[in-house]
């Protein structure tokens, strides 16, 4: 069996995903946790990997090719010269087992220790509290034997 893309509608990917399971067609549909703002708060939502499209395991010869078109929230199978273009295993292989790393990246954890690297405060270890906004973070510094909250920018950030 060969893996193949489709392409889906617009904000239908699940809608496609879940009929063509009914179907019994196997499918990959990878996602990952991506934190937003929105409204000013930080929000953690699972968005797709690939939006606009999912993947498909097919034989050439197997009767589920006439159906897919005619799948709810699918637009076509994706094709150079009016031939579904294969993606090797290996491929898709890779991508599951990525899946896990890409989601752990997703931004630094409170009680993370920093270095500040421009400003006033440049070459300071500190501790990553919070993000306050898309642009500044709240962290800890030691000052004058206490522990101090400054808001700096994110870029001035290293991990």
């Excluded at 579904?84 to 630094?108: E, F, M, N, W």
């Amino acid at each position: 069996m060969t893996w193949y893309a489709l392409q889906h509608k617009p904000a239908q990917g699940d809608r496609a995903l879940a009929h063509l399971q009914n179907q019994d067609i196997a499918c990959f549909y990878p996602k990952i946790q991506v934190e937003k703002i929105k409204a000013g708060k930080r929000i953690q939502r699972l968005e797709p990997l690939f939006p606009g499209y999912l993947f498909v395991n097919l034989e050439q010869a197997d009767p589920s090719w006439a159906k897919l078109r005619s799948t709810r929230g699918v637009i076509r199978v994706v094709s150079f010269a009016n031939k579904p273009a294969a993606i090797a295993d290996d491929v898709i292989r890779h991508i599951k087992g990525s899946l896990d790393s890409v989601t752990q990246r997703g931004g630094l954890k409170p009680g993370e220790a920093v270095q500040l690297g421009e400003g006033p405060f440049e070459g300071i270890n500190a501790v990553f509290q919070a993000y306050d906004g898309e642009e500044r973070a709240i962290v800890l510094i030691n000052f004058m034997q206490k522990q101090q909250k400054v808001k700096v920018s994110v870029a001035a950030l290293k991990t």
